[in-house]
């Protein structure tokens, strides 16, 4: 029987909102790309961002088109050449390897040739606010190992020093979204070094992030919108120590795979990320992050409602995916 594919728009409430420089949602907007058969059914999800110039219609429409290819065969070794890195190609990778796991019957980590994924500790995220909003939410969480702090530019210094007031034991990371300035950097990054955060992720405009080649710093520092795929590792060199992997950026698990074998024979370090999405989103990059030095797979920790069945969370221990779920 023909495969056919189905794509739906999904809403699912976030817990309060979500802020960071760029702006607050109190929703997540997810696209689904379903595969199946008539026997077997295989699922992926992404996350449209208007900062790489995707909108939730824009991603639609990209993996509607495919459905005649689909219905025909095509093979997921095809979908780079009729798909660039971004959502759409996201959703349909990781639905086909969905459905090629569950049509042979084994996982698709076993498919991918990578060891079984185990349990992680993934960060949770704190929300760009005031300082007091900020230690208060950094109180609230102090239980949790690992922090993601959004900064936003004037007032960072501040808002480091709260959240390190209010969690005093956990490990932090800091994510500027871009935010930082040249006129900034040295300040804030003495203001990162205070409070001890591990790791700082995209201090600077992605089209404006030379001086970090320059910058002397003890903190190492991770690209995220300055890299989508392997195509923009060469422009990483000298400014860059980590990258974050988030396959909506790097357009499905294929070629997550393939960046973070790259990117670790080049020396950097590696972060697995996510856009704020259910599990069923969540659950593919957890067949890279048991290698990642960080992982950041909290997106169902933020939603008010995850998707059933969803991963297992407990504390922020997240758990491989159920095969009723994914893979």
Not at 79 to 108: H, M, S, T, V
Not at 300 to 315: H, K, S, V
């Amino acid at each position: 029987m023909p495969r056919r594919l189905t794509v739906a728009v999904e809403r699912f409430p976030i817990a309060g909102a979500f802020t960071i420089a760029r702006g607050s949602r109190t929703e997540a907007v997810v696209v689904t790309a379903m595969i199946e058969d008539g026997e077997i059914r295989g699922r992926g999800e992404c996350v449209p961002y208007a900062r790489y110039g995707e909108s939730v219609e824009s991603v639609a429409d990209a993996i509607r088109s495919q459905a005649e290819w689909l219905a025909e065969g095509g093979a997921r070794s095809d979908l780079f050449a009729r798909l660039g890195p971004g959502a759409a190609r996201n959703a349909i990778d990781c639905a086909l390897w969905d459905f090629e796991a569950k049509r042979q019957g084994r996982p698709a980590w076993a498919l991918a040739g990578l060891s079984e994924p185990g349990p992680v500790t993934t960060a949770y995220t704190l929300s760009l606010g005031e300082p007091e909003t900020m230690e208060e939410a950094a109180r609230t969480a102090a239980h949790r190992p690992l922090l993601k702090v959004k900064l936003g530019g004037e007032g960072d210094p501040e808002r480091i020093a709260a959240v390190r007031r209010g969690a005093p034991d956990s490990r932090l990371i800091v994510d500027a979204n871009e935010a930082w300035r040249a006129e900034t950097i040295e300040s804030n990054l003495a203001a990162c070094e205070a409070a001890g955060v591990a790791l700082i992720e995209q201090p600077l405009p992605a089209d404006d992030d030379g001086l970090l080649a320059d910058i002397s710093r003890r903190i190492p520092i991770c690209a995220d919108e300055s890299l989508h795929d392997r195509a923009g590792l060469d422009a990483l060199a000298k400014r860059y120590d980590a990258i974050n992997i988030k396959l909506d950026k790097a357009g499905g698990l294929t070629e997550a795979i393939r960046l973070a074998h790259e990117a670790r024979a080049r020396g950097f370090e590696i972060m697995v990320g996510c856009m704020v999405g259910t599990s069923l989103a969540m659950a593919p990059a957890m067949l890279i992050a048991h290698h990642a030095a960080y992982v950041d797979l909290d997106g169902p920790l933020l939603l008010a409602r995850d998707r059933e069945p969803a991963l297992l969370y407990e504390g922020s221990t997240v758990h491989p995916p159920l095969a009723e779920l994914w893979g």
